[in-house]
């Protein structure tokens, strides 16, 4: 072990130098990433710069604070694409946390009207006074991003505001086909990717990745007492929203959270099926899927006992992982 980190088999062997130095870049303790360090420690001359300079460290902080997989993942992005890929992030982020941020669903939908207004102004090159928007800005400028897609995941994030349980999962997959695939179809745009069979695998992964967001979600909302699951699912096993509300774990619970969490792996073996066709190239922005392989396989070895406390906890070795899968360049 003192020599390197190495894979069943011989399969690979990795400095040990370099997984120290992935851990230190994202260690709690320092500070939130070494191009954040680098943002903080060149400050610039003019005031466009020093302007430039925070809105870009506000969204590291959004990502690293909301979305800490989202975040490390995107600390092995290639350099030339990082700022624009993060950026993309932490528009969603914006986006995503409206939901659980405003006390009116009148509110929420002018926040939602904001940024179908910015989209409008960034697109005419007269970007909004917020600092999401000034990095938006600069990413559409630079890799002639589609508007249809952001767009689209403001529309679905606006119609998610309704706060109700989704009638089938089919209507789930629909609503993370629109929201976290188009996510993914954008930073394939960055990296420089339009390739068909790259786009369906994103569609794949991106369903997946909103499949399990949905049960991840599962403890925080039952919290507040309110529950998202497809409603087909839980009435197929007899179990009632106020069963997640009380957090209870008997079979016919954990049935329903099987079903879905297998709807989920079904769809990342898909968009593996057919990694031989995908660009090397578009492998970056399908990082995600070590996040979501690990919480599959976390909550089968709870037997879907979504309110288990091991699920809870974040898994220490991810940012190893995701190392890993980054070298050996697959997804």
């Not at 399908?286 to 037997?303: G, I, M, N, P, S």
Request: charged share 25%.
């Amino acid at each position: 072990m003192a020599a390197g980190v190495k894979a069943k088999h011989g399969l690979l062997n990795i400095s040990i130098s370099h997984v120290y130095s992935f851990c230190r870049k994202i260690a709690p303790k320092n500070v939130c990433i070494q191009r954040a360090t680098e943002i903080q420690s060149v400050r610039a001359v003019s005031n466009g710069t020093v302007g430039s300079d925070h809105s870009e460290k506000y969204c590291v902080d959004l990502v690293r604070s909301r979305d800490y997989e989202g975040f490390l993942c995107s600390l092995l992005l290639p350099k030339e694409v990082w700022r624009s890929c993060l950026t993309l992030k932490a528009f969603n982020v914006e986006l995503a946390q409206v939901k659980d941020s405003v006390s009116q669903k009148t509110i929420g939908l002018m926040r939602m009207q904001f940024w179908k207004t910015a989209l409008d102004d960034i697109y005419r090159d007269e970007p909004p006074n917020q600092p999401v928007g000034t990095e938006l800005w600069k990413a559409v400028k630079k890799h002639n991003l589609t508007k249809r897609w952001l767009l689209r995941i403001v529309t679905e994030r606006e119609k998610d505001l309704d706060d109700r349980a989704y009638r089938t999962l089919q209507e789930l997959e629909t609503y993370a086909e629109k929201t976290h695939s188009s996510l993914i179809y954008l930073l394939l745009e960055c990296l420089g990717v339009r390739d068909v069979h790259a786009d369906h695998a994103a569609s794949h992964i991106g369903k997946a990745q909103g499949i399990v967001t949905c049960l991840r979600a599962i403890p925080y909302h039952s919290s507040r007492r309110k529950v998202y699951l497809p409603m087909d699912i839980c009435m197929l096993h007899g179990a009632s929203q106020e069963d997640f509300i009380r957090g209870r774990r008997e079979q016919n619970v954990r049935d329903v959270v099987y079903d879905i969490a297998s709807q989920a792996h079904a769809h990342l073996q898909h968009a593996r099926s057919f990694s031989h066709n995908v660009p090397a190239a578009a492998f970056p922005a399908f990082l995600h899927t070590v996040v979501l392989e690990d919480y599959l396989q976390r909550v089968r070895k709870a037997d879907f006992d979504v309110f288990h406390k091991s699920l809870q906890n974040r898994n220490p070795l991810l940012p190893i992982q995701l190392y890993i899968r980054s070298w050996r360049n697959i997804y």
